[in-house]
Structure formats: structure tokens, C-alpha cells
């Protein structure tokens, strides 16, 4: 929830027999409207996006998989309360490989928020930092915070919620 408002971010993945698609309302205490929609690839364990509020400016972030492997793989938006950013893609250094989890978290009493990302290629985990009232990104580390990570089974791709993110004080 909003720490400056009442107001909610929902997003969901509904998925098709053609598409998958994430779709984002708001809730402003009354009523839930529609904000977006982006194609994020199918992948039925996982979490391809994350919502989350900064802190000190309020705004509203929702980052999501792009289901491209090349570059720009994956797409964010902001939400100032009354109107949705344009989507803003990015390109990691990392991983090489469509992203199949991702997972945000504000930091407690700051505008910054730490995100952390995993491609279903190389199984490469990776991260970085948004400074929302800047708009920029601190950097990727040197190298990939973990490879080869870990599948539930035989699978094949990242197929569960296996990484999570904590700030300390």
C-alpha cells in the first residue's frame, strides 16, 4: 500500500493460450482502475514482476520480465498516484537470458529500491538499485550474484520463488 496515500497497486498474470500477460490496477479506496498491460513470457512457479512503494516520494513501482533475452529484458513503470510512466526498459549486464523471476523491496525510510532478477539461460542470478526520486540506477554488481541456481526437479528453468530480499538497520 501507498505509505502517503490510500491507494493499492494489484498486478496479476493471466495467462492465455497465446500470451501472458501482466495486467496493473490501482486501488484509490473507492474503486480499481485499470493502468497497463506487458507481455512477460509464461512461467507457472515463478514471479516475473513485483510491485512495491518507495518511502519517501510515495510513488508506486512495477517491474516485470519482458520475455526477451538480448537486451532490455526487462521493463519498469512508475506510479506517482494519478498517472502511469511510460515503460522504461533496461538492459543487464549479467544475464543474458529471458528474465524468469524478479523481486523487489523498498528500502525502510529511503526513495531507493533493490531488485534482484534471474534469467532461465544460464540460470545467472543478478541485482541493482533504483533511486526513484533520481530515476537511475546505481549498477549491477561486477559479477552475477550467484549462477547456476538452483531448480525445484528437472526443470529446465527458474521454476520457483527462491531468492527473497532484507535490508539491515
Known sequence: AAPTRDETIAAIQKQDVFSNQLQV??????????????????NSSAPRFDVTYDEVTGKGFVIYSRNTGTSNELGYRTWDGSTWSAEVLLSSARTNGNVGFVKALARPGTDEIAVIWADDSNMDLTGNYFDMSAGTWSGEPATALSTNIARNGNGTSVNSDFADLAFES
Do not use: E, K, L
Open 25 to 42: 490496477y490501482t486501488w484509490n479506496g473507492t474503486s480499481w482502475t485499470f493502468g497497463f498491460q506487458a507481455s512477460i513470457g509464461y
